[in-house]
C-alpha cells in the first residue's frame, strides 16, 4: 500500500509572480497576495491526511522562510528553466532521498484549497500510474500526479490541460473538489476564490492591504 504522497509546490521569486493580478491589486498587492496564496496552499498540503512530505522549489528569500514555518522543505530552484524545470528539480530531490515516493506537483495559487479535498484528489490518483486534475476554466492543470516509478513529466503552462491529456496522464473527474481546482490568476479568479472561502492568510492580506481594487 503507498505510504502517503511527496508533494512538490513551485513559487516563483515574488516579484515575479502573479503579474497578471497587477490590475486588481496593484505592485505591492499582487506580490503579498502571491506569498499569501502560498502559504494558504502550503498550509492545506501540509495538513492533508494523504501527504507524507512537502517540498517547495523558490528562489524567493521571503518566500523560503515563510513556507519552512510551515514545516516543508524549501529548496532552490536550481535550474532556473521556468515552472517545469522547477517541478522536475524538486521530484528528482523527492527521489534521491526517496526513490519509490509517489510524487504530486501542487500549484502554489490555491488560496481556496481544504487538506480534505486535496485528500479525495490524491487518493483518485493513487489509481493510476499518472494522473491530473484540470483547473476551473478547463484550460490549466492545478495537480499532476505520478505514482512510484513514473516520470512526472510537468506540462504546466497555458493549456496544459491537453498536453497532460496528450501524454497519457488520467484526467481526474471528481465532484465537489472545487478549492483544489480554483488557482487565481486574475483579480476575476480570486473573486471567485473568495466565494468559495479562502484561507487564513490570503483573507488578512485582502483586509490589511487593501489589495483587491473592485
Given at each position: 500500500?503507498?505510504?502517503g ?14 503579474s ?51 514545516g516543508?522543505r ?15 528539480h ?19 495559487d ?15 490518483a ?21 505514482g ?17 491529456r ?49
Amino acid at each position: 500500500m503507498q505510504e502517503g504522497w511527496s508533494v512538490v509546490v513551485p513559487l516563483k521569486p515574488l516579484p515575479r509572480a502573479k503579474s497578471r493580478l497587477t490590475a486588481a491589486a496593484g505592485e505591492a498587492g499582487r506580490a503579498l497576495l502571491a506569498l499569501a496564496f502560498a502559504e494558504d496552499t502550503v498550509a492545506a498540503v501540509v495538513n492533508c491526511a494523504a501527504v507524507r512530505d512537502v517540498t517547495v522549489v523558490t528562489d524567493d528569500a521571503l518566500a523560503a522562510e515563510r513556507l519552512a514555518r510551515l514545516g516543508v522543505r524549501v529548496v532552490p530552484d536550481l535550474p532556473e528553466g521556468g515552472l517545469n524545470a522547477a517541478l522536475e528539480h524538486g521530484a528528482r530531490q523527492v527521489r534521491a532521498g526517496n526513490p519509490a515516493a509517489a510524487v504530486a506537483a501542487v500549484n502554489a495559487d490555491l488560496p481556496a484549497l481544504r487538506a480534505a479535498e486535496l485528500a479525495r484528489v490524491l487518493d483518485a490518483a493513487a489509481g493510476h500510474r499518472r494522473s491530473f486534475l484540470a483547473d476551473a476554466a478547463g484550460v490549466g492543470t492545478t495537480l499532476l500526479a505520478a505514482g512510484p516509478g513514473t516520470a512526472l513529466g510537468a506540462a504546466f503552462g497555458g493549456a496544459s490541460r491537453s498536453r497532460h491529456r496528450a501524454s497519457g496522464a488520467v484526467e481526474l473527474t471528481l465532484a465537489g473538489v472545487h478549492g483544489a481546482r480554483q488557482d487565481v490568476d486574475t483579480g476575476e479568479d480570486l473573486l471567485r476564490a473568495l466565494a468559495l472561502g479562502v484561507g487564513p492568510r490570503t483573507a488578512e492580506t485582502l483586509r490589511t492591504s487593501a489589495a483587491l481594487r473592485r
